[in-house]
């Protein structure tokens, strides 16, 4: 019977946007299924928890907490997880589908593995453990049935923290143990607990499993394979495969130790050895690799379950491993004694020595172009070569938002796939290009956008100013001034003239006025007299009016005062008191505004003054001569 057509999931959506498309593999857990993202219309692996587990509301806290943490994983050798949901009460991930194999189908196919060959699958392997390490995560279930090898030679991890999910279920409360038994750690036999460690004490024996064939315990149950883990030595590979070289030896001795504190310390420690040994390492012997094939495989570890399958074992049967099982099978023969501590030894002065130049190493010869871009060029050329490339630093070209000193762009481009040792190209920022602003008094509106465009600035704000000195319409000035450097594409202010202004001339005495306009360019002036009750001689009335544009060939027109013959002073009457009040009115013209306001003031006189052209001097004053003391006297500047 087709179980793929029986499997009442194939071809629902889940939460209305996983098209479930056929059942690839099922687990003791889950089952895996071929789905299309409808929203994003991409492949995507479904891995769909058994109902079972599913009703277990700690388990489900405890899968979505691991699903979000795994999510957060970025790294090329780890299964991406883009989404996690429930569907009719059950928990399923949404994950990054990879077309390939797995490990363990390349291992029944093979036999086993060259030294190198077998290093280039487990780099990238430690590569994924070491970023979940230190990022906090631990795999605990390390084994060629969660290593994908892609069909473009890619190696990927997959189920990140799903048995740390199953440990919170409620089959777990009594004791229970989970992994698969061929790669358990001593400590996850005895006392349940599982770090970093473990999990390099899992990839060393899959690197055994790859260099020999076999894994290192065989037994008739899965409590006597456990006992092995706990009471036995993992045996140097070479004592099965002669010519595995004594450093991968060590290498394997270190990371499988019983004791979790003489082991490499995380998987980046192991990754620094591993990558050491690689650069080494001479290209397999295909007649070595002869002999695969003639080599017995080993039976399954532990008969009742399918190769891989993830074992529960109860805790309280590991509470007899004071003393050894019934029947327990003889330990295989292994390197022991100083010979060992040397291997030992050496593998921990490797891991000692070598610096983390190999942390982002991927499959076999190739390695991803790490993504330098911001950073200090120098730093960034420092790290590429730590990781065994080669750098070249090309000339820096400018650029509006990259920073001088830093990567503006490399080649390759980040994250491209390249030969460990492949040229990398950093071409730094020389940060924005700096230019000076051009000379713009003098030009028009237009001539200044226009020569401010062709030296890669703007124009931006626009100010109107009267001039006495400046044509209508020419630049006055620019702010910033001319000479100043700015970034391209920098904005530039400007004044521009409005020609002069006809200033505000009411109270001015005729022949002040007169005097200042024919100084000033004006020739065209008309005087009319009307009688009023102001001073004789004084302007009453103007026009232009007060502070218009005007050209200097422009008419103006200035009404003064007749006086009205009703003599309004006092000392224009001819009264014999004529005399009483008046005083002399100090001369300020030409005094700065400030001491001429001071000594009009000491003089017992009234202050006002009107603005004729802007600047600090006094330029006309009216009255002249006497005034009564405290009347007013008016200032133009």
Not at 108 to 136: D, F, K, S, Y
Not at 391 to 397: F, M, P, R, T
């Amino acid at each position: 019977m087709d179980t793929t057509l029986a499997d009442p999931l194939v071809g629902q959506t889940l939460d209305g946007r996983y098209r479930v498309e056929s059942r690839i593999a099922r687990g003791g857990m889950a089952t895996v299924y071929l789905g299309t993202d409808t929203r994003l219309e991409r492949t995507v692996a479904l891995k769909v928890m058994h109902s079972t587990l599913a009703q277990d509301p700690d388990f489900v806290r405890r899968f979505i907490g691991e699903a979000k943490s795994v999510a957060k994983l970025s790294h090329p050798n780890v299964v991406s997880v883009y989404d996690q949901g429930a569907h009719d009460g059950v928990a399923y991930l949404a994950m990054e589908y990879v077309a390939g194999r797995t490990l363990r189908d390349l291992l029944r196919e093979r036999g086993r593995l060259g030294p190198r060959e077998a290093l280039e699958i487990t780099i990238p392997v430690l590569a994924a453990l070491g970023a979940a390490h230190q990022a906090g995560l631990i795999h605990r279930d390390v084994k060629p049935e969660n290593v994908l090898l892609t069909d473009d030679g890619r190696v990927k991890v997959v189920d990140f923290g799903l048995a740390r999910a199953v440990e919170s279920t409620n089959q777990t409360r009594t004791g229970v143990l989970i992994g698969t038994i061929a790669y358990l750690s001593p400590e996850q036999v005895t006392t349940g607990h599982a770090d970093a460690r473990s999990d390099v004490y899992a990839a060393g024996i899959m690197l055994f499993e790859l260099l020999t064939g076999h894994q290192p315990y065989n037994g008739e149950t899965p409590m006597s394979v456990a006992y092995r883990h706990v009471h036995d030595t993992v045996s140097p590979p070479s004592s099965l495969v002669p010519g595995v070289p004594p450093a991968l030896d060590g290498l394997v001795c270190a990371a499988t130790d019983r004791d979790p504190d003489r082991r490499p310390a995380d998987a980046s420690a192991m990754l620094v050895a591993a990558v050491s040994l690689h650069k080494s390492m001479p290209e397999d012997d295909p007649s070595l690799l002869s002999v695969a094939a003639a080599t017995p495989r080993a039976q399954p570890t532990v008969p009742p379950s399918p190769a891989g399958q993830t074992t529960v074992l109860n805790r309280g049967d590991t509470t007899v491993f004071s003393g050894p099982p019934a029947a327990p099978p003889a330990p295989r023969g292994f390197l022991g004694g100083p010979k060992r501590w040397l291997l030992v030894t050496l593998a921990l002065v490797l891991v000692a020595g070598v610096g983390f130049s190999g942390w982002w190493f991927t499959s076999g010869r190739y390695v991803y172009v790490p993504d330098l871009v911001g950073q200090d060029v120098d730093a960034a050329a420092a790290e590429a070569r730590g990781q065994g490339f080669t750098v070249v630093i090309g000339n820096a070209v400018h650029d509006l938002k990259v920073k001088s000193g830093r990567v503006l762009r490399m080649d390759p481009q980040p994250q491209a796939r390249v030969l460990h040792d492949a040229k990398i190209t950093l071409i730094p920022s020389a940060g924005p290009r700096k230019i000076e602003v051009p000379k713009l008094e003098g030009l028009t509106q237009d001539q200044a956008r226009e020569a401010l465009a062709k030296a890669g600035l703007k124009l931006d704000d626009v100010r109107n100013q009267g001039s006495n000195t400046v044509p209508r319409g020419q630049v006055i000035s620019s702010r910033p001034a001319a000479g100043t450097r700015l970034n391209e594409g920098g904005k530039v202010d400007i004044t521009v003239s409005q020609g002069p202004l006809m200033p505000d001339l009411m109270g001015m005495m005729r022949d002040q006025v007169e005097q200042w306009l024919r100084e000033r360019g004006f020739q065209n002036i008309v005087i009319v007299e009307q009688q009023d009750d102001a001073p004789p001689g004084q302007v009453i009335a103007q026009d232009p009016p007060a502070w218009r544009p005007v050209a200097f060939t422009d008419p103006v027109q200035l009404t003064v005062s007749k006086g009205n013959g009703g003599f309004p002073w006092p000392w224009l009457r001819g009264d014999k008191d004529k005399d009483k009040d008046l005083v002399d009115v100090p001369d300020t013209r030409f005094k700065n505004v400030s001491d001429a306001r001071s000594d009009l003031q000491a003089a017992g006189f009234k202050v006002k003054v009107k603005s004729l052209v802007g600047g600090n001097l006094v330029k006309m004053q009216s009255p002249l001569g006497k005034a009564p003391r405290g009347s007013q006297i008016t200032l133009w500047s």
